[in-house]
């Protein structure tokens, strides 16, 4: 499974972004799928998770601010980022676990300052 992350950047506080992360290489469909994110000096943390029904579960940091979608035609899982605070900065990756293989995107950065 190839992951691949876009959209970060760098925005102000109480901004918004939208990040996406494409799937290749498994029927994306049959694939529950992650957000996860690590600021310097931190362990990376689960932002947010997709079930392939549609369930979904975020981290209390996020919730209300951060929406997780998926677009299985397009074999992509998408990350909204609301009211997007300082402590929202950090390095964003898109994960999926496949016969119980860890998968991962390169990462994308995220900064939220004025």
């Known amino acids: 499974v190839q992951l691949q992350a876009f959209g970060g950047g760098l925005v102000q506080p109480g901004g918004s972004l939208r990040l996406s992360c494409a799937a290749s290489?498994?029927?994306?469909?049959?694939?529950?799928m992650g957000w996860y994110r690590q600021a310097p000096g931190k362990q990376r943390e689960l932002v947010a998770g997709m079930t392939t029904g549609g369930s979904t579960n975020y981290a209390e940091s996020v919730k209300g601010r951060f929406t997780i979608s998926r677009d299985n035609a397009k074999n992509t899982v998408y990350l909204q980022m609301n009211s997007l605070k300082p402590e929202d900065t950090a390095v964003y990756y898109c994960h999926t676990l496949k016969y119980g293989t860890h998968y991962w995107g390169k990462g994308t950065q995220v900064t939220v300052s004025s």
């Open positions: 290489g498994s029927i994306f469909g049959n694939l529950a």
